[in-house]
């Protein structure tokens, strides 16, 4: 049972590439969430989704877009990568109204 | 809006000593509360969490955690700490949302283990 899977784990980007990140669970969750971890700032909320199809955003959703693309996978989007978006994405999933479970994390660097 | 602030950014604890992390929130609501842990390089584990009941809940690794709603707190105990315990904490406190629980995080507190 891997749980909550995320892909890449380390990613160099140039300032304006584009790339996505991918989270898959297998744990048959509803809701899934992407956070960023940036050093004394804890975890903040990108986006958020209920189920397939739908997606709300979250504290700091300035510069992505998501996609729940089904049940399981929920991707993050840089289109134009800046340097401030440097940090540490995770993804998580959750039965609603229950605790989230988090993937390893994957640590993006922009230059 | 809902906020968490988790006051000591970086506690030393010996081995064998006591330990207590604090975690204040702000929430109208009766909250959802969630202390997790991350070690170096890792993901977020889930030690413990309240939802309702008993204000005293026990978790994995020998943590428990106490919510106190007069003090709007939920502060993580330990009675004795282990080396392995050193790892970055943090307190959350889940909004229930169409999509369900999202987190608000705090800053986290780093715990460091002497010798």
């Known amino acids: 049972n891997a749980g909550v899977t995320q892909t890449p784990k380390f990613q160099v980007l140039k300032t304006g590439q584009s790339m996505t990140l991918q989270c898959a669970q297998d744990m048959n969750h509803n809701s899934m969430y992407w956070y960023r971890q940036d050093p004394g700032m804890g975890l903040r909320l990108i986006y958020y989704s209920a189920s397939e199809g739908t997606t709300d955003k979250g504290e700091v959703p300035n510069g992505y877009n998501v996609s729940r693309l089904n049940k399981r996978e929920f991707s993050l989007r840089l289109e134009s990568a800046a340097p401030s978006q440097t940090s540490v994405y995770f993804c998580?999933?959750?039965?609603?109204?229950?605790?989230?479970?988090f993937g390893q994390g994957t640590r993006l660097t922009v230059v | 809006a809902q906020s968490v602030t988790q006051p000591d950014i970086h506690i030393t604890v010996s081995e064998g000593a006591s330990l207590e992390l604090r975690c204040n929130y702000s929430?109208?609501?009766?909250?959802?509360l969630f202390w997790y842990v991350q070690s170096p390089g890792q993901g977020l584990q889930l030690l413990l969490k309240?939802?309702?009941?008993?204000?005293l809940v026990q978790g994995i690794k020998g943590f428990e955690a106490e919510f106190k709603r007069s003090q709007s707190s939920f502060n993580l105990r330990k009675p004795s700490v282990h080396w392995s315990d050193a790892a970055e904490y943090f307190c959350?406190?889940?909004?229930?949302?169409?999509?369900?629980?999202?987190?608000?995080f705090g800053k986290g507190t780093t715990l460091s283990v002497s010798s």
């Open positions: 998580a999933s959750s039965l609603k109204n229950t605790e989230a479970f």
């Open positions: 309240y939802f309702s009941g008993d204000t």
């Open positions: 959350a406190v889940g909004t229930p949302t169409q999509a369900g629980t999202a987190l608000i």
């Open positions: 929430y109208g609501a009766t909250p959802y």
